[in-house]
C-alpha cells in the first residue's frame, strides 16, 4: 500500500518537476484587512497582463508558467483598494505572497475586473446560484430573516407554503437536497415544525445553490446541492452582533486567537421566547378561571461555533459546529394532570478539517464529520401511552486534493467513506410495533477537471464513483460542463450530469404534506436489494449576458428524468418502512426555463415548469409541488437619512391537488349508514394563483455616539392576501350539493420588528 502510495503521488507530481524546473510559481492567499476573512474569486494578476488567476472558494490563487524575470504583481477587488508588490521570479522558485485587501468606497473605474466578472469568464456556473449575506438580508421574514425563505425568491425553488420553508427545486422534493453547513451534512434544519431554517444568518458567510450540474465532489442528492458557509471569524480583533426581536434574540461574537496563537474563533447563539412572551400575556390578561389560556411551552435554540488555528503557513486546523433543538412540553392536556405531550426534534454536527499545502500547485484537505438528527415524541393520555422516535446519524471522513498542473488545467481528486445509522422505534400501549435500527456504509471518489484551452472555452469534466452497502449497489456519475464565450459580455453554457440518492424519505406526494407538520414524517429510510436507489438525469443549456451599469442577464432550460422515486401510505399497515408500510416505486419529469436578471442587490426572476410523477400502475399525475408560472421581485431602495426599505413579492400559479367530486353511502358492520367521499383524478385542480408582498424599513443610528445600529420593522403580506392553503369538504343535506371551504395561509398582515447592533 505504501509503494503504490508513493507511485501515485509520484505520478501525480511528474509534470509538475518538469514544467517547475523551467518556470517560477507564485501563490498565496486573500484575505480581507478588517476580519481576515479569506476572500473567494479576487483578480490577482501581473501587470503587463500575460498570466493571472482568481483566489477559489478558499481564497487560494496560484499562478503557474511565469518566466523568470521581475514583475508588479496586483491583486485587486471592487470595493477595496488595490495592492500591488514586486516579485522577482526565478525559474524552480516557489514564491509565497498573501495579500490583505482594506475596503474602500466604490469608485467608477477604479477596478476593471470583479469578481462576478471572474465567475462569468472563468467558472462553468451551470445551474449555480449564489447568495451573499447581502442579498440574503434584504428580503424580509418572520420574526427574523431567514436563508431558505431568501432562496425561495431565486426562479427554479418553491416553496409550497407559508408554513413551510422546505424547498422543491426544478421537479424534486424536499428529501432529494444536500444540504452541508462547513462540508457537514445536516438533514433536516428546520424550526417550528419547518416554518423557517435553522441557521444563523449573521454568522454565516454565504451559500451556493447547485440547482443542477453540481460538480462531481458532491453525492448523494438528486435535486440540488446547498453549500452553506460559516464566517471563520475575525482574526484580527473582537467584534459582535446582537438581535433583539419580537420573539426572537441571537448574538454573534468573534475575534482572534489567544495567547498569541495565529488564527480566529466565532460563537453564536439564538433563542426563541415564545414560550416566555404567551406565559406573560396569559398571567396579565387572562384570568386564572378561563378556559382560553395562550400559553405555548414552546422554544426552539441554536449554537453555532468554529475555530480556525493555524499551525504553519501550510497548515490550518479548523473545528466547526452546529446544535439546536425544538421543545415542546404540555404536561396538563387538555386539562387533565394524566395527560402530556413531550415533543422535541434537533440536530447537531461536528467537523474537523485539515487543509495542508503541500506545494503552491498541490493542497489537500482532510475532514472527519460527525452528524445526527433525531424526533423523539411521547403521548400520554390517561392509561395510554404513545412513543415514537426516529433519528438518523453518520460519521464520515474525506479527503480531497486540489491540483494545478498548468496555467489552464485545475484538477480535484477525492476520497469519502460514510459510516450512516437510522433508527425508528414506535411503542402504543405497552406494545412495540416497530423497532428497526440499520447501519450501512457509503464510499466514494472522484476525479474533476476544468480545463481552459482557449480564453474564451471552459470545460469542466468530472466522474464520481460510489458503493453502498445496503444491496450492494455501485454507480459511476459522469459530469461535463462547458462554457462558451462568443462575444466579450455573452457565454453560452450547457451541462448534463447523472445523479444517485441512497437515503429517501417516503412520504405522500400529495396534499396531504400541506396539512401535516412535516417533521412528524422526516423518517428516513435506506435503499436495499427491493428499493434501488433513486436515480436523475439531467440536461441544461444556458446564456448569460452582461449589461452596462452592473445589470447581469441569465437564461436557462433543463430536462429531468428521475427513476426508483418512493411513495408511501401512511396509513396502511405500520407505517411508512420497507419492512412493514406500503411502498410503491415510480418515475417523473421535470422540465422548464428560467430567467434571471440582477441590477445591485435586486432582482428579478421568473420560471415556466412542469413536473409529472407516476407510481406503480396508477396514471401520470401532477404532484404537490408542481406549478406553472413563478415570478419573484426583490428591491432594496435606500430612501436617505439612514432609511432602508427592502421588498419582495411573490407570484404563482396554483399548486395542484385532488378535487371531491361526490360522496357514496357507507354501511358498516352494525348497519350504521355515514357519508364518504369521492375523489376526483389525482392533482386533476388546482388552487388559486398566490401572490404576497413583504416588506421592511430600517432605520440606521449611533447607539452612544459609538455603535452601529438599526431599528427595523418587517411585514409580511402587506396586502393581506388571501392564498388558499386547502380545501374542506362538506356535503350539504338540505341542497344534495358537495360544498367547500378554503383554509387560509396568513390571511392578514403579519408584524414583527427589533434591534440589532455591532460592537
Same mark, same amino acid.
Given at each position: ?112 475586473? /470583479? ?82 431554517? /435553522? ?561
Amino acid at each position: 500500500m505504501l509503494r503504490k502510495y508513493v507511485a501515485f503521488v509520484s505520478i501525480l507530481l511528474a509534470p509538475e518537476l518538469i514544467w517547475g524546473a523551467t518556470y517560477g510559481v507564485v501563490s498565496g492567499f486573500v484575505r480581507e484587512a478588517s476580519s481576515g476573512e479569506f476572500m473567494s474569486y479576487v483578480n490577482v494578476y501581473l501587470e503587463d497582463g500575460s498570466l493571472g488567476a482568481t483566489s477559489n472558494k478558499d481564497g487560494y490563487y496560484v499562478i503557474t508558467g511565469i518566466k523568470p524575470g521581475k514583475y508588479t504583481l496586483i491583486c485587486s477587488m471592487i470595493g477595496y483598494k488595490e495592492e500591488r508588490v514586486e516579485i522577482i521570479v526565478e525559474a524552480g522558485r516557489n514564491i509565497r505572497r498573501d495579500f490583505a485587501l482594506k475596503y474602500e468606497p466604490l469608485q467608477l473605474g477604479q477596478v476593471e475586473v /470583479t469578481g462576478e466578472r471572474e465567475r462569468f469568464e472563468h467558472e462553468v456556473d451551470v445551474g449555480v446560484k449564489r447568495m451573499d449575506m447581502q442579498k440574503i438580508k434584504q428580503v424580509p421574514g418572520f420574526v427574523e430573516q431567514d436563508l431558505f425563505r431568501s432562496l425561495t425568491m431565486l426562479p427554479g425553488v418553491v416553496s409550497i407554503s407559508d408554513y413551510s420553508s422546505a424547498l422543491y427545486i426544478r421537479g424534486g422534493t424536499m428529501d432529494q437536497n444536500l444540504i452541508l453547513l462547513d462540508g457537514v451534512t445536516v438533514y433536516n434544519p428546520y424550526h417550528l415544525l419547518g416554518f423557517y431554517s /435553522t441557521f444563523i444568518l449573521e454568522a454565516l458567510k454565504g451559500a451556493e445553490l447547485y440547482t443542477g450540474g453540481f460538480p462531481a465532489r458532491y453525492g448523494g442528492a438528486i435535486s440540488s446541492v446547498l453549500d452553506v458557509e460559516m464566517k471563520a471569524g475575525n482574526s484580527e480583533k473582537i467584534t459582535g452582533y446582537a438581535d433583539v426581536g419580537l420573539l426572537t434574540s441571537k448574538a454573534v461574537i468573534e475575534g482572534p486567537l489567544p495567547f498569541g496563537l495565529k488564527g480566529s474563533w466565532l460563537v453564536s447563539g439564538r433563542r426563541t421566547y415564545i414560550d416566555a412572551v404567551t406565559w406573560t400575556i396569559d398571567k396579565l390578561f387572562i384570568p386564572e378561571t378561563s378556559y382560553m389560556h395562550i400559553y405555548l411551552p414552546y422554544h426552539f435554540y441554536d449554537l453555532q461555533a468554529k475555530v480556525n488555528w493555524d499551525a504553519s503557513d501550510r497548515s490550518r486546523f479548523t473545528l466547526s459546529g452546529f446544535f439546536g433543538d425544538d421543545v415542546l412540553k404540555i404536561g396538563e392536556l387538555m386539562g387533565s394532570d394524566s395527560n402530556r405531550l413531550d415533543f422535541n426534534w434537533g440536530n447537531g454536527i461536528l467537523g474537523l478539517r485539515w487543509r495542508y499545502v503541500f506545494t503552491p500547485k498541490l493542497f489537500s484537505i482532510l475532514a472527519f464529520n460527525v452528524t445526527r438528527y433525531r424526533v423523539k415524541t411521547f403521548i400520554k393520555e390517561d392509561s395510554s401511552e404513545f412513543l415514537l422516535n426516529s433519528s438518523i446519524g453518520e460519521l464520515s471522513v474525506r479527503w480531497g486534493l486540489s491540483w494545478f498542473p498548468a496555467p489552464e488545467h485545475s484538477m480535484e481528486y477525492g476520497l469519502e467513506a460514510k459510516a450512516v445509522e437510522t433508527a425508528n422505534y414506535w411503542e402504543d400501549l405497552d406494545t412495540i410495533w416497530f423497532n428497526k435500527r440499520d447501519t450501512f456504509a457509503l464510499a466514494a471518489f472522484y476525479i474533476q477537471d476544468k480545463w481552459e484551452p482557449l480564453p474564451w472555452w471552459v470545460f469542466e469534466a468530472g466522474l464520481r464513483g460510489e458503493y453502498f452497502s445496503n444491496g450492494n449497489y455501485f454507480r459511476i456519475n459522469p459530469r461535463l460542463g462547458v462554457k462558451y464565450r462568443p462575444l466579450a459580455d455573452l457565454a453560452i453554457k450547457a451541462g448534463a450530469g447523472l445523479y444517485n440518492q441512497y437515503l429517501y424519505i417516503p412520504y405522500p406526494r400529495d396534499e396531504m404534506m400541506l396539512k401535516m407538520p412535516i417533521q412528524f414524517f422526516q423518517q428516513w429510510v435506506p435503499a436495499d436489494s427491493r428499493y434501488p436507489p433513486l436515480q436523475s438525469m439531467l440536461f441544461t443549456l444556458g446564456a448569460e449576458y452582461k449589461l452596462p451599469k452592473n445589470i447581469d442577464l441569465s437564461l436557462e432550460l433543463y430536462y429531468k428524468d428521475l427513476e426508483n422515486l418512493r411513495e408511501a401510505n401512511l396509513f396502511s399497515d405500520i407505517g411508512p418502512f420497507p419492512d412493514t408500510g406500503s411502498i410503491t416505486l415510480g418515475k417523473g419529469y421535470s422540465y422548464g426555463v428560467e430567467f434571471l436578471a440582477k441590477y445591485a442587490s435586486s432582482w428579478v426572476g421568473y420560471s415556466f415548469s412542469v413536473t409529472k410523477y407516476k407510481f406503480g400502475d396508477s396514471d401520470w399525475f401532477y404532484p404537490v409541488h408542481d406549478t406553472r408560472h413563478n415570478l419573484n421581485l426583490s428591491f432594496a431602495l435606500p430612501l436617505g437619512k439612514g432609511w432602508d426599505l427592502t421588498s419582495a413579492w411573490v407570484f404563482s400559479s396554483g399548486f395542484p391537488f385532488t378535487g371531491q367530486i361526490g360522496w357514496y353511502q357507507y354501511v358498516d358492520e352494525y348497519g350504521n349508514i355515514s357519508w364518504q367521499p369521492i375523489s376526483g383524478r389525482r392533482g386533476g385542480v388546482r388552487y388559486p394563483p398566490y401572490h404576497r408582498l413583504d416588506a421592511g424599513f430600517a432605520k440606521s443610528f449611533k447607539l452612544f455616539k459609538k455603535y452601529d445600529c438599526q431599528f427595523y420593522l418587517q411585514v409580511l403580506n402587506v396586502y393581506a392576501a388571501k392564498n388558499v392553503l386547502y380545501y374542506n369538504y362538506y356535503f350539504d343535506y338540505e341542497t344534495g350539493i358537495t360544498r367547500r371551504e378554503p383554509f387560509y395561509m396568513l390571511p392578514f398582515p403579519v408584524p414583527s420588528f427589533g434591534i440589532r447592533g455591532t460592537f
